[in-house]
């Protein structure tokens, strides 16, 4: 299992990962899109992850199993402050009893520190979905800050 940064080559493949994680989230309305992505729109938003945020890929012998996305972007309040959100972390369903997800989830940590390091950024953040595997990643050095609701949905 490896974990490497996505190229443009990577496009057609993270697309349809991304339709089956729209396909697993927990936001029904936004399940009601996964099919009618705009594939121009999409491509055009990878690219700017890639030049603007972060894109890794976990790879069993080529094939890829898992995906991880963040974008940097500035404080809605202070914009001085750059932070850096995960937008995406999905593992292929045959996969996640490996360590892929962690595997990403490492990687995204290390390059995180770097960039707070460098000054590139102030902070990262992680989101996990109310489906999501349970996870102690307190014990990796993560603090949970807030809680999300959406109205609506049950």
Request: charged content about 25%.
């Amino acid at each position: 299992m490896k974990v490497r940064p996505a190229t443009q080559a990577d496009d057609d493949a993270i697309i349809e990962i991304l339709k089956q994680f729209a396909e697993e989230q927990p936001f029904g309305k936004l399940k009601i899109h996964a099919s009618a992505y705009n594939d121009h729109h999409v491509r055009k938003v990878l690219s700017a992850i890639r030049t603007g945020g972060l894109c890794l890929l976990a790879t069993e012998k080529e094939q890829i199993v898992g995906v991880f996305m963040s974008v940097v972007l500035p404080d809605m309040w202070l914009p001085n402050m750059r932070i850096m959100n995960e937008l995406v972390w999905w593992v292929d369903p045959q996969y996640r009893d490996t360590s892929a997800g962690l595997r990403l989830l490492k990687e995204y940590t290390k390059v995180g520190e770097k960039m707070v390091n460098k000054g590139d950024i102030h902070t990262f953040t992680l989101t996990l979905l109310e489906n999501s595997p349970k996870l102690n990643i307190e014990k990796r050095g993560w603090s949970p800050v807030e809680t999300n609701y959406v109205f609506g949905e049950k």
